[in-house]
């Protein structure tokens, strides 16, 4: 089995939960991801082989090219793609694709040159088209004022893909005898694609174009002890609030660590910060705030007050299913949909905006830390499925079993 991704760690760490529940079934599997140190450290850590793909993921991230080069990105990632993929998917029964549309488009088209079963997968519901709300908007391609029904922006949406990604993958497409797709977008979402997050923090609204299959989140318990030096920092006093942003840049803001860390102070609470992909830190060295690297985000998580975070899927599920109360501070993409989940839950507060003030964070953190909202925390908790790897191996296995047809433009 081929896993093939390529974008933050919230596209990788969903693959390793469903190559390991896939070898736990008896599978081989490899998974293609770009080659950041951390993604191959993780995936060396649980003994799955790796096949970088592409650029530097991080390097993408921290250099916030404009938006006027997206066409020219995606052309190097496509290229990327059809070369290690092509490579890495000989022998294999099946291919699993996510991540970056021009990304997926490129796997897909793999697994269709090959012959072999494929299955589309999405980590949040933002990239299927739905009545019941609008599309995300791509840089430097707004959505009109003039446009308000949700169809009509659908209908857009798939012409800014094909105008931003089109001609790379169709070039490739040619050069390995395949046919162009006229819908870049319909050829990634497929007619039944998967959609890997939980039902209770992110329930489907079936559409009548397509079936979707929730699978659940896929998530996989984390064995990996927490440094001594944290868990000795948390064992004194009262639980601190966790900050980090994951894999976001926060070039809007340069001094959000000072920010976020003077606003839990201001709550009487001590810190721990994570570095992140923004390489966080403090300018002055007091003992109430631990900075932390690589952790493991259940373990942490667990003997926390509350995380405030950047609303990734992964980074949301995780704090829920640890029953931490959240604040989001979306940056981007789908995050401040899961901002708005976390709020219409009540397990937490969606910050208004990506650049956090004290005043701002105050008040968020305030509503985060206050009682009630740790009581509906620690309820939802129990309601968070984590077998949804699992689900998702088995009918990836099912669906080979049965020799279902590989995928098709």
């Avoid at 938006?67 to 020219?72: F, G, H, R």
């Amino acid at each position: 089995m081929l896993l093939s991704t390529y974008g933050s760690r919230g596209d990788v760490e969903p693959l390793v939960a469903l190559a390991l529940r896939l070898r736990a079934l008896g599978a081989q599997v490899r998974v293609c991801a770009p080659p950041d140190e951390d993604f191959a450290r993780r995936l060396a850590g649980v003994g799955v082989e790796m096949v970088a793909v592409g650029p530097s993921a991080r390097a993408l991230t921290k250099a916030a090219p404009p938006a006027s080069t997206l066409p020219q990105r995606a052309a190097q990632i496509v290229a990327a793609q059809f070369e290690a993929v092509t490579e890495a998917a000989e022998g294999c029964d099946a291919l699993v694709a996510t991540g970056v549309p021009s990304a997926t488009a490129g796997a897909l088209s793999i697994a269709e040159k090959l012959g072999i079963h494929a299955e589309s997968v999405t980590f949040q519901q933002l990239t299927l088209p739905s009545p019941h709300r609008p599309p995300l908007a791509y840089p430097g391609r707004p959505h009109p004022p003039e446009v308000t029904d949700n169809r009509a922006l659908w209908d857009l949406d798939a012409r800014s893909i094909d105008a931003l990604f089109g001609e790379a993958v169709n070039t490739h497409r040619a050069s390995i005898g395949l046919s162009p797709v006229d819908s870049l977008r319909d050829y990634v979402i497929g007619d039944r694609p998967w959609l890997a997050t939980d039902p209770f923090l992110d329930p489907w609204q079936e559409p009548a174009d397509f079936d979707v299959v929730q699978t659940g989140a896929w998530t996989v318990p984390d064995e990996r002890p927490l440094p001594a030096e944290l868990v000795a920092y948390l064992d004194v006093g009262a639980p601190p609030v966790y900050v980090g942003f994951g894999s976001m840049p926060m070039h809007a803001s340069a001094d959000v660590a000072e920010v976020a860390v003077e606003a839990v102070r201001a709550q009487g609470r001590r810190a721990v910060l994570a570095r992140g992909w923004a390489d966080l830190a403090l300018l002055e060295g007091r003992d109430d705030c631990f900075v932390v690297g690589e952790v493991n985000h259940q373990a942490l998580f667990r003997r926390v007050a509350a995380v405030v975070h950047h609303g990734g899927a992964g980074t949301t599920t995780t704090a829920a299913l640890a029953g931490a109360p959240q604040v989001v501070v979306p940056q981007l993409a789908d995050q401040p949909y899961w901002a708005g989940r976390v709020a219409e839950l009540g397990i937490g507060a969606a910050h208004d905006g990506p650049t956090p003030t004290f005043a701002s964070l105050s008040a968020a953190l305030g509503t985060a830390l206050a009682p009630d909202t740790h009581a509906r925390a620690t309820a939802a908790a129990a309601t968070i499925r984590g077998d949804g790897a699992e689900v998702a191996a088995r009918l990836l296995l099912d669906a080979v079993g049965r020799g279902e047809p590989s995928v098709s433009a």
